[in-house]
């Protein structure tokens, strides 16, 4: 029924959405780009977020000759969630996109869930030839009348295939290619190349489990093995799963990591967790604690995020994304024409810690790119409070900051204040009493669409360090923080219609020193013509 109740609004939107977006077509032709292209009240200037409709989880992120592929949960048709299709954009630096057709409809089998792409570099599936593999799309057909009836088989598994760098997508004719009538939620896969016993893996959300599936060519599965049933939260159904070996920092060993996204529910919303352990091909078995719940990110605004397949070996890098909404509130969000964006791309990375083994997000060097100008902040030790606001650069302060906070052990609370004209004020910190880095949007501007949305949401932090690096991504609607090197992670959207004018930091037992540097960013989008 879940997905039955997201239908109810798209009635009414579709009546009001206003289709004013020049199309493709008119921008391929040499059309203008208006003058106001991007810059609608809250639009993200340096995060993805589609032209206009409705946006949730990304998919099937897969690089291929030099192309950084990124598919979408998308409704053509409406600001909220229907009929789901794969959006598409490219992007050959994970920093700016190009936005191209749409590469999946929904067909007679159901609307196109989530799922994965993966490049089959053996033509294994026998879809493409040795000399040009195919990239091969493994997603979940849900069948809404199917659900509607009360039946339990609403969902199983199609395929799709390109053999022109993901330019057109042809269904595979023998769909679907795996299906279980006894199973209800049966979705998201995500597949994955296992080189030792050279095969794919396919790894599916079923309802409070995942389920594990191999092949041979992508076409036939066979199960393998189950986890989940007992570990970590199952606050609400799991969602959009992911596996991947990582590199143990500082170490030669390696761990493989699930990251498993559950919707809804839980006193969080949705949110992402993840567990650590072994895969041998067969089964995963997680050595942390199985009751230990462990949030990739702790601010409200990541969910159903994925890394991406097939990023070349002297890369080396496991580059994650989430959608940067949460199902508690994203249809009611008070933007037009477009709703939801992603998070910007981060690079994970995996470290042993005296409580067991944790994942770091962090954003992606690319990212630098952006930068146009920067102010130091000399080291200084504020007194009660200071005014920063000469570092919001003027009118529109899309910020990159880097700061090294001393002293934090002691009496280390710090908060960083930004306000607007308006009144609004968006708050975050860390709090040494109760070890929280914390943001807090209960007055930054907007809040009264959801009665889930407002309020202050809190990461713990690990480290007991005497310094705390925290860096800050500032975008017109949203906050990402990354403490202790992304070791504590709140990612957070808020609706403020007047940009920030004043920034103060506080630091109520005035013993810390600070320093850093804060970089004034370029937007992503091309300027429009007037
Ligand atoms: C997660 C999710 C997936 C599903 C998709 C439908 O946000 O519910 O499980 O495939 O969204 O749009």
């Avoid at 057909?141 to 199983?156: C, L, M, R, T």
């Avoid at 993901?166 to 209800?184: C, F, V």
Wanted: with cysteine.
């Amino acid at each position: 029924m879940k997905y039955l109740s997201r239908l109810l609004p798209v009635v009414v939107a579709l009546l009001i959405v206003a289709c004013d977006q020049p199309s493709e077509e008119e921008k391929a032709m040499g059309g203008t780009i208006p003058a106001d292209y991007y810059l609608e009240d809250y639009r993200p200037q340096f995060h993805f977020s589609p032209e206009a409709n409705w946006m949730n989880d990304p998919n099937g992120l897969v690089y291929y000759q030099g192309e950084y592929h990124m598919f979408y949960q998308y409704y053509p048709d409406s600001t909220v969630w229907g009929p789901m299709h794969w959006g598409h954009a490219v992007s050959r630096d994970l920093v700016t996109w190009e936005h191209l057709p749409v590469a999946l409809y929904p067909d007679d089998l159901g609307y196109i869930f989530s799922g994965s792409v993966v490049v089959d570099r053996n033509n294994t599936s026998g879809l493409g030839t040795d000399e040009n593999p195919p990239l091969v799309a493994i997603y979940t057909y849900h069948q809404p009348d199917i659900e509607a009836s009360g039946a339990s088989a609403f969902q199983y598994q199609g395929l799709a295939y390109s053999v022109d760098k993901g330019r057109t997508w042809t269904k595979y004719e023998g769909n679907p290619i795996l299906k279980d009538m006894s199973k209800k939620d049966f979705r998201d896969p995500r597949v994955v190349w296992h080189a030792p016993s050279q095969k794919w893996v396919m790894i599916l959300a079923v309802f409070d489990h995942l389920e594990l599936y191999g092949s041979p060519d992508l076409i036939s599965w066979q199960y393998l093995s189950s986890f989940g049933q007992g570990e970590g939260s199952h606050e609400g159904v799991w969602e959009c799963p992911d596996l991947f070996e990582l590199p143990l920092e500082g170490t030669a060993a390696s761990r493989w990591v699930m990251l498993v996204s559950i919707s809804a529910g839980g006193e969080r919303g949705s949110a992402t967790q993840y567990f650590v352990g072994d895969f041998d091909g067969t089964a995963f078995v997680n050595q942390n604690r199985p009751e230990n719940i462990l949030w990739l990110d702790f601010g409200r605004d990541n969910y159903a995020g994925v890394t991406w397949s097939d990023v070349p070996e002297r890369d080396g890098r496991r580059i994650f994304m989430g959608w940067m909404s949460n199902w508690d509130y994203a249809q009611v969000v008070p933007t037009h024409p477009w709703r939801s964006a992603m998070t910007v791309p981060r690079t994970l990375s995996l470290v042993s810690l005296p409580e067991g083994f944790r994942i770091r997000s962090f954003p992606v060097g690319e990212f630098d790119i952006l930068r146009k100008q920067v102010k130091e902040i000399n080291k200084q030790l504020i007194i009660g409070g200071n005014d920063w606001s000469s570092y919001l650069y003027g009118r529109e302060p899309l910020l990159d900051m880097e700061l090294v906070f001393t002293n934090v052990k002691k009496h280390g609370s710090w908060q960083i204040a930004l306000s607007n004209l308006t009144g609004d004020t968006l708050v975050f910190g860390f709090d040494d009493v109760t070890d929280y880095v914390f943001v807090d949007r209960s007055a930054a501007g907007e809040t009264g669409f959801s009665d889930t949305y407002t309020g202050v949401h809190r990461g713990k932090r690990k480290s007991n360090t005497d310094q705390m690096a925290v860096r800050v991504l500032l975008d017109r609607s949203s906050l990402e923080i990354f403490a202790d090197m992304g070791e504590v992670v709140l990612t957070e959207q808020f609706f403020v219609k007047e940009p920030f004018t004043s920034m103060r930091v506080q630091f109520p037992h005035d013993e810390v020193l600070v320093q850093g540097v804060v970089y004034q960013l370029n937007r992503i989008w091309p300027q429009g013509e007037d």
